[in-house]
């Protein structure tokens, strides 16, 4: 129990000294990168105490994450990043992620002086970030799904009324709201940067991930190309993505058996050990302390998530 304790206290005084060194008072950043970010996203100001504390806590995961440079492992998690709203970079995510598994690592050496309890809390901790960000991503571009129906109709009654696209754009923009309105706002902002139309949509589609908006910037692009009535375009991508969505909202009300079913399986085996181990603790505890009983209950935990992914791809049906 001592050493666990004189562990866990080192680690914490490392963090807090690191902590203390890096996060001084320039946290601006002097790359271009650094000085551009602050227009990549519309933020809403936070308090003072507050939004100093997260500018300090923000320049310390910056710092620390140049460890790791900009390699293209970086690039695809600054993607999904974006992607669920989250505005950090791919190093500053894994600085996250490891200090999260290293502090829960610490936490339990602390409490139980074990080590196999303590990597496992590791391991949980490690996870429990990336968990987070798809959990996020999913919710956003659900939720922009919703919306991109009416923000393309916004789009092309206001081509009908003589505005261009960029002021329609704009219009969704003031008029919407997030997540739809923060990404159009910023759309505009790399247009006004320098970059072009078809440029500023290819990375709205890219930065969202959802295929509904993929199908609608692919047709303004051929549009802006090939010519034609826009408006009369966007309307047709409007019928098909409400078809699209009638018919996912069909799809989980056939599955919601399969998924109910698939839940409860899943949740079986949880709550019978939990029964198990209230009423006959001696009947379970040999899975733990027999080795085949470990070897038994590794076995269970891998046929459990392969069961679990079985049963999302067989009720999962792509739209």
Do not use: C
Request: hydrophobic residues 50%; aromatic residues 6%.
């Amino acid at each position: 129990m001592i050493p666990g304790v004189i562990a866990g206290l080192t680690f914490l005084a490392t963090v807090l000294a690191v902590i203390g060194i890096w996060g001084g008072p320039s946290y601006g950043g002097s790359s271009v990168t650094g000085r551009l970010r602050k227009y990549a996203y519309s933020t809403a100001p936070s308090k003072a105490a507050g939004g100093q504390t997260l500018k300090v806590l923000r320049a310390t995961l910056s710092k620390l994450g140049k460890t790791f440079g900009t390699g293209d492992y970086t690039v695809k998690f600054e993607e999904r990043l974006e992607q669920a709203g989250i505005p950090l970079s791919g190093s500053e995510f894994m600085v996250l992620d490891i200090l999260v598994a290293v502090v829960s690592l610490a936490l339990i050496l602390m409490l139980t002086g074990s080590l196999l309890p303590s990597v496992l809390m590791a391991s949980l901790g490690a996870t429990i970030p990336w968990v987070y960000v798809q959990i996020r991503r999913q919710r956003r571009v659900a939720a922009f799904n919703r919306q991109i129906a009416d923000a393309l109709t916004t789009i092309s009654n206001s081509l009908r009324a003589g505005y261009s696209f960029l002021q329609a754009m704009d219009v969704v923009s003031r008029e919407m709201s997030a997540p739809i309105s923060e990404e159009f706002s910023r759309t505009l902002k790399d247009m006004s940067l320098g970059a072009t139309t078809e440029e500023a949509l290819t990375n709205l589609a890219g930065r969202v991930g959802s295929d509904d908006l993929d199908l609608a910037v692919t047709a303004i692009i051929i549009q802006r190309q090939v010519g034609g009535n826009l408006s009369e375009v966007l309307d047709n991508i409007v019928v098909t993505i409400r078809e699209r969505a009638r018919i996912k909202g069909e799809i989980m009300t056939l599955t919601a058996q399969g998924r109910l079913s698939g839940l409860i399986i899943g949740l079986l085996p949880l709550g019978l050990a939990l029964f198990l181990s209230a009423v006959n603790p001696q009947y379970i505890r040999l899975l733990f302390s027999h080795p085949l009983g470990r070897l038994m209950l590794l076995y269970a935990i891998f046929s459990e998530i392969i069961g679990v992914v079985l049963v999302r791809k067989i009720v999962g049906i792509e739209v």
